[in-house]
């Protein structure tokens, strides 16, 4: 009877210890110490102590600009009464608010496990950029540094470029504006004027992100630099033909050997028709492939001239303006000799009789050029392709 009784006691004393209870008293247990791997309770090395709502969104947005789309935060206490809602309300802010967190993610989730003494908070990031979009986003202090980093990328045929700012100035309209007059001041390093998309995060005014997005005509790069040379050996080689002569002879030259080679327009179907490279390397365009033309060879001839959008007896028309011997004055390229008009070197006045324009945004051209007595006249060469015939 005794041995039994013995044998019952150490049974349950051996049970009791497997189960974690460190003493009985009356039947009762009086400590019970919480499960952990080894008995260790210290942090892993993988999660990171936070403490307050400040450093926990810190660290949050140091995940986006890492790009790292998971990490485990250990937080004993807070500053916050109300655990849950501060981190969703980080996470939400972050992915819809912030400059950086709209733009680079989807969303961001955080979830809370609770364990004895601390809760561990996991926050998973769905990325929509990588972070190489991330790593070259510019700042934009300046509107005339935007106007630069706009230029620079047209000129490297850029799919895109990314830049923080808060001007209230640039405005999606703003940015294309800049984008268009520097298409037609850079008819030598910009093929193509591109389609253009602008995306701001967020979209309300302030600190943001502003993604400009350039669609080339769908040409790769290397089809845009292939062309930029070919651009660039027809002009050379029409320059290497021009007479060493003053800015009028010159552009005398330009006028009638642009007259009698190209072939004009009035119903072009393609885009491409609109460029010089179209011009000058397939011969053919409408007036802004024209006026673009004409532009890249006297910025080649270092001649000051602007293209000029406006209307010709009522439909859309482009032009140049140029400025020698200290006036401005206006040249057509396309005009017809059948039609008995000479638009070469005139004044506004001698203009406005069939065509119109901002003169707002050009230069005043006060008078016709007076030709000096040392001077050739300039004169029109037919060509003997007809006017709205495109070549195969």
Known sequence: MGRKLLSSFLAVMLLLSCTGCASILEGEVTEITPYSQSGDTSMPDSAIEVSTYDSFRQEVYNMVKSHTETATFRITTFDREDLEGSVNEICREL?????????????????????????????????????????????????????????????????????????????????????????YSNPLNVIIVPDITVTSYPEAEGNRIMEVSFVFNNYTRSVLTSMDNDLSDEIQ??????????????????????????????????????????????????????????????????????????????????????????????????????????????????????????????????ADYIVAETETPVTETETDIPADEEQP
């Open 95 to 183: 992915s819809s608010s912030d400059p950086l967190g709209s733009y680079a993610t989807y969303y961001i989730s955080c979830q809370i496990t609770p364990i004895v003494g601390y809760k561990d908070v996991t926050v998973n990031i769905v990325f929509k950029k990588d972070l190489s979009d991330i790593s070259n986003i510019s700042t934009v202090s300046t509107e005339r540094y935007l106007q630069v980093l706009l230029e620079s990328s047209l000129t490297d045929y850029a799919s895109s470029c990314t830049f923080y700012t808060n001007l209230p100035p640039v405005t999606a309209d703003y940015i294309k504006e800049i984008v268009l007059e520097q298409y």
């Open 237 to 366: 080689n029409i320059i290497s033909e021009l007479p060493d002569a003053d800015d009028y002879q010159l552009l005398s030259a330009v006028y009638n050997h642009m007259a009698g080679s190209y072939l004009y327009l009035t119903n072009a179907a393609t885009k491409l028709a609109s460029t010089a490279y179209n011009v000058i390397v397939n011969r053919s365009g409408d007036s802004e492939g024209f006026a673009m033309a004409f532009k890249a060879l006297c910025d080649k001839l270092l001649i000051d001239c602007t293209v000029v959008s406006g209307k010709y007896r009522g439909e859309e028309h482009y032009w140049n303006i140029v400025t020698i011997d200290g006036g401005s004055y206006h040249i057509d390229v396309t005009t017809l000799p059948a039609e008995e008009i000479t638009t070469f070197l005139r004044g506004d006045e001698s203009m406005r009789e069939n065509y119109w324009w901002d003169s707002s945004t050009v230069p005043l051209c006060a």
